[in-house]
C-alpha cells in the first residue's frame, strides 16, 4: 500500500496512545453536549414563543382582572410571562404595592435563571475544545516526531505525514467549538429580547393591578400588543 493513501484519521487513531484516545473522547462528549443543549434549547425557545403569544393575545382581550385570573389559570402549559401574571395577581391579593414588587422580582428572577440554564456549558465547549484540540495536536506531533527520531528516518516525506495526521485534532476542537459558540450567542440574544420583553409587561401588569386600570384600557402596554394583521 501507498503510505501516503494510508494515512488518515484511521490511521492516526490506530497509532494514538491511551492520552490521545482520551483526548479525542472528551472532544466527542463535548460536541455531544453541546449538540443536545443547541437542540434542547430550540425546541425550547420556540414552544416558549407560541405559548407566551397565546397568553398574550388573551391577556390584551381580557376586559377585567376576574376574566384575567381565569384564563391564567386556565393555561394549559406556563410560559414565563403566564407565570409572573399567576404569582403577580396571587401576591396583589395577599399585599401591598411592595409585597407585589418583591414577588414579580423574584418570579423574573426565577425566569431569568431558567432561560440560561446551559449556556455555561456552551460558553465552555466553545471556549475550551480549540485548546483541547491544540493538546492533541501537540501530544501527537510529540510522539510523531519521536518515533521518527527513533526510526533515523528524518525526511520530509516521513515528518509531513504525522504531522500532518496530528493536526486533525487542532480541526476536531474547531468543529466542535464552532456550533457552540454561534448557539451560545444566539440564545443569549433571543433571552435578551424576551427579558426584555418580559421587564417591559412586569412594569404594565404592575401598573394594571395597582391602579385597577382595565387590562384593555391601559396606555401603557399597547406597544407591546400584538401587530395587528397587515399592519
Known amino acids: 500500500m501507498d503510505?501516503?493513501?494510508?494515512?488518515?484519521?484511521?490511521?492516526?487513531?490506530?497509532q494514538s496512545d491511551t492520552v490521545g484516545r482520551v483526548i479525542l473522547g472528551i472532544l466527542v462528549l463535548m460536541s455531544v453536549a453541546s449538540w443536545y443543549l443547541i437542540a434542547a434549547k430550540s425546541i425550547m425557545v420556540a414552544l416558549e414563543y407560541r405559548r407566551s403569544r397565546r397568553?398574550?393575545?388573551a391577556f390584551w382581550s381580557a376586559p377585567t382582572l376576574a376574566t384575567l385570573q381565569a384564563r391564567s389559570d386556565d393555561a394549559m402549559a406556563a410560559d414565563i410571562f403566564t407565570h409572573l401574571t399567576r404569582s403577580a395577581l396571587a401576591a396583589h391579593r395577599q399585599g401591598d404595592g411592595e409585597f407585589l414588587t418583591r414577588a414579580m422580582r423574584r418570579v423574573i428572577d426565577e425566569d431569568t435563571a431558567r432561560l440560561e440554564s446551559g449556556l455555561t456549558v456552551?460558553?465552555?465547549v466553545g471556549s475550551t475544545a480549540p485548546f483541547v484540540g491544540l493538546f492533541g495536536t501537540v501530544w501527537g506531533v510529540y510522539h510523531a516526531l519521536v518515533a521518527i527520531g527513533l526510526s533515523g528516518q528524518g525526511t520530509l516525506g516521513k515528518v509531513a505525514g504525522p504531522v500532518g495526521e496530528a493536526l486533525i485534532m487542532t480541526a476536531l476542537g474547531l468543529a466542535v467549538a464552532i456550533p457552540a459558540v454561534i448557539g451560545y450567542n444566539g440564545f443569549v440574544r433571543a433571552n435578551r429580547l424576551v427579558l426584555a420583553k418580559l421587564d417591559a409587561f412586569a412594569h404594565d401588569l404592575y401598573a394594571v393591578l395597582t391602579t385597577g386600570a382595565s387590562?384593555?384600557?391601559?396606555?401603557?402596554?399597547?406597544?407591546?400588543?400584538?401587530?395587528a394583521k397587515g399592519s
Open 3 to 14: 503510505p501516503v493513501h494510508g494515512l488518515g484519521f484511521a490511521h492516526f487513531l490506530a
Open 55 to 57: 397568553f398574550l393575545d
Open 122 to 124: 456552551l460558553a465552555s
Open 215 to 227: 387590562v384593555q384600557g391601559a396606555g401603557a402596554v399597547v406597544a407591546l400588543r400584538p401587530a
